[in-house]
């Protein structure tokens, strides 16, 4: 029964993607091409991330948490940043709306994040005989990522592209930002420095990826209403 | 159309690369444990042994767990603890099982130190009489499900413990409740070729008086290497066998000295035999000597056979077919006599006569009687053994075997050679003195022992290459002359299946109600997203909307 247990982790690691578009109006305007555009982009960052972390990084015999070098890894993970930069403001895009148009480089972002890091150990490991709950874990991970990584484009998308915002918000938008983006050195230092459960950090990662899309949700209405 | 051909090659291409990562075999568990398999073999074409050899089963820990059905799972159970009643009972009443491992303590059949003898000892000795007795319950019957054994180690020690107490708590491990699963992936074992026993020998040749053209008579030492047990990868046979050969290689060593001086050299040649085939009615022998030819089996005036020499026990019995009322038994048995009472040791004669119609060979000295050579067979076995009895099984490790004993044996059956060969019957001397340069030296007796407490020599297993067989040859060649193989096949009465050795895999499984469940949650959980997305980003009237389209559309069309 090890198949089944393969398609329930995919169900919960892929599911939230197919039905984010399903379900809000992506799909009606047809943002698949600005989905894929952006799953593109992504790629392109990861592979020069890689790069970058493997000419400036040094390996470590054991797990431990070294300042240093998770400053450095920090560091080139502000590359994913510029790599959302890049897929929201240079590419060109048919019409589509703000609102939508953060929402799609978000998902193709995030459905190319759970494809490339957890599909391949997900085909591996699920289908085996033995059962852990990681790959469980993993799924709800995933669900967490796409949240962080909806929040991070709208951040985004107020940051670059929205030219006029009010002034005390600005501030909070940074720092939002900030967080948001540092989040995957925050949950190694958890779980390699702190050396949490594996759950325990999903779920760090759970309710941070909530609170921020909610911190996100307000800044977005906050700068919105000018607008309207 | 050239776009076209290249998406058929593309599609071609991922196809294929799906199939390879199908094709990939998962394999990571909680444990992975080395198994030994039990023996599988026919006896003039009766199946008898363990007769499957995959394992794909659930874990329990008792044949008597409520709500599981026995039939697929594999029972572990520690082997001190086997109850064989209830074993026999299940398979006389046909009842399927689907697998057995059985657990060897950790440190079985290594010697311990010396400090620690006393109790240890006493229940070694118990926990070994019942291994012997679960050896030959396995042994004679047909199992038809397959039989492992294993050494306990921490992992399986975990393992069985949380299978002691599901079963207890009555949550047995089945496909509905998940637990713990054992995997052996292997195909079913294959009948073996006629296996190839070989024999080696070696010769110390006699001094000739002057003038004296005659054949010198010959004094053959004869002992067999190989062993039988219930798990041949297991079956090292210290005491059977082992203490046997480790006398024989001794004794051509002291031997060997002797006769290198003219001197001191006797006026017998003196045949040593290392002879294989001996759990199967001492085939080897049999076919060993009639290679001879037969000037030389004349020449022979007496055969002596060495078998289970080691333990520590002073009493010993010179078995013989031959009538005790025989002169030359007497004078052999009197020669013993001699030097074991300057030893503390005795040496009963004991006679049992042959039964040329029956096959049953018990004892290596009735192979050289039913070729007309005298022969005696010097064992601390006081009874004939049956068919694979005392055939160096499992039950017969390094620990039981007494090293002291074993060399004391040695000088034992070396002076009263001595006695016979330069006639000094009833004179008191001492050949092999303690500290003489023919002293029995113990480091080499030790090393010997050890060496053959570690390798099983089950001989279908064995090979014409064996290691262990070209040991031999080298070691008897160092001492002795002339030394050659004798290679014949086994007789078709025994036939043997491969496989002694597989890796186990224990695998903690989920039960198919933890899938449905965790199936459940998944779906409701998408279901509630999608609900929730499209109420919060389309509004509600859209879902109203969504729901109502289908009755609209039929007002429509009429």
């Known amino acids: ?228 | 159309m050239a776009i076209g051909v290249r998406d058929r090659v593309l599609w071609q291409a991922a196809v294929a690369l799906v199939a390879l990562v199908v094709g990939v075999v998962v394999a990571d568990a909680a444990a992975v444990v080395e198994v030994y398999r039990m023996i599988q073999y026919d006896l003039r074409g009766v199946p008898l042994g363990s007769r499957r050899a995959a394992m794909n089963h659930h874990a329990s820990s008792n044949l008597a767990v409520p709500g599981s059905d026995l039939s697929r799972t594999v029972i572990i159970l520690p082997i001190a603890e086997a109850n064989i009643t209830m074993l026999n009972e299940y398979l006389q009443t046909k009842r399927l099982l689907g697998g057995l491992l059985l657990l060897f303590p950790h440190d079985y059949g290594s010697p311990t130190d010396s400090d620690s003898e006393g109790d240890g000892d006493d229940n070694y000795a118990v926990v070994r009489k019942h291994i012997a007795e679960v050896e030959q319950w396995l042994i004679h019957n047909n199992l038809p499900y397959p039989v492992y054994f294993a050494y306990e180690d921490e992992n399986l020690i975990n393992i069985l413990k949380e299978v002691v107490v599901n079963d207890a708590a009555g949550r047995p491990a089945t496909a509905m409740t998940g637990g713990y699963k054992l995997v052996i992936p292997v195909a079913d074992a294959k009948k073996l070729p006629p296996p190839t026993i070989t024999n080696i020998q070696g010769w110390l040749p006699g001094l000739r008086a002057e003038g004296d053209n005659s054949i010198l008579p010959t004094i053959a030492i004869v002992a067999s290497y190989d062993t039988f047990g219930a798990a041949p990868a297991l079956s090292v046979g210290s005491d059977n066998s082992g203490s046997g050969v480790t006398a024989l290689l001794e004794l051509a060593r002291l031997f060997s000295r002797l006769y290198a001086n003219p001197k001191t050299r006797g006026p017998y040649n003196l045949l040593f035999g290392l002879t294989a085939g001996g759990p199967y009615n001492y085939n080897g022998t049999n076919k060993w000597l009639r290679n001879f030819d037969q000037r030389i089996r004349e020449s022979m005036e007496y055969a002596l056979c060495l078998n289970t020499i080691g333990s520590s026990s002073n009493q010993l019995w010179l078995h013989v077919s031959k009538p005790p009322d025989n002169v030359f038994i007497k004078q052999i048995h009197s020669e013993f006599v001699d030097v074991a009472e300057g030893l503390d040791l005795s040496v009963e004669l004991r006679h049992k006569k042959i039964n040329i119609s029956n096959p049953r060979v018990a004892w290596e000295h009735e192979q050289f009687s039913r070729q007309r050579i005298t022969a005696a067979t010097l064992s601390q076995l006081e009874t004939a053994p049956e068919l694979f009895q005392h055939t160096g099984g499992i039950s017969d490790s390094r620990r039981m075997v007494n090293e002291t004993t074993v060399g004391q044996n040695i000088k034992l059956v070396a002076e009263s050679l001595a006695r016979h060969i330069y006639k000094q019957q009833g004179k008191q001397i001492e050949v092999f003195a303690e500290g003489s340069s023919l002293a029995v030296n113990p480091a080499y007796v030790r090393a010997w022992l050890d060496l053959l407490s570690r390798t099983p020599r089950v001989a279908p297993f064995l090979g014409k290459n064996a290691p262990i067989v070209s040991a031999f040859y080298k070691e008897l060649a160092e001492h002795t002359m002339d030394v050659s193989y004798h290679h014949d096949t086994l007789d078709s009465t025994f036939v043997f299946y491969d496989l002694t050795k597989a890796q186990l895999s224990v695998h903690q499984v989920a039960s198919v109600t933890f899938d449905l469940f965790v199936m459940l949650a998944v779906g409701v959980y998408l279901g509630l997203l999608f609900l929730i997305l499209l109420v919060t980003t389309k509004g509600f009237d859209d879902l109203i909307g969504a729901l109502r389209r289908p009755p609209s559309r039929k007002v429509k069309s009429t």
Request: hydrophobic residues 50%.
């Open chain 1, 1 to 228: 029964m090890t198949l089944f247990h393969f398609i329930n982790c995919a169900a919960l690691t892929f599911g939230p993607h197919a039905v984010y578009y399903k379900a809000t109006p992506l799909s009606e305007y047809d943002t698949a091409g600005t989905c894929i555009k952006a799953a593109i982009v992504y790629l392109g960052t990861t592979l020069i991330k890689l790069v970058c972390l493997a000419t400036f990084l040094e390996v470590s015999e054991n797990d431990s948490f070294n300042l240093s070098q998770e400053l450095l890894k920090a560091l080139i993970g502000f590359l994913d940043v510029a790599g959302l930069y890049f897929a929201l403001t240079q590419l060109t895009y048919r019409n589509i709306s703000q609102n939508h148009k953060f929402q799609a480089v978000g998902l193709g972002w995030a459905f190319a994040d759970a494809l490339l890091h957890r599909l391949a150990p997900l085909w591996v490991g699920a289908r085996g005989l033995e059962f852990t709950w990681e790959y469980l874990l993993q799924g709800v991970e995933s669900n967490a990522n796409l949240v962080l990584t909806i929040s991070l484009a709208a951040l985004g998308s107020l940051l670059w592209l929205r030219k006029s915002k009010p002034s005390t918000v600005v501030p909070i938008i940074y720092a939002s930002a900030a967080i948001v983006a540092t989040m995957p050195s925050i949950t190694s230092y958890l779980r390699r420095g702190l050396a949490w459960d594996f759950s325990k950090v999903v779920m760090f990662e759970l309710s941070a990826s909530l609170l921020m899309a909610f911190v996100t949700w307000r800044l977005f209405s906050a700068c919105q209403r000018p607008s309207l």
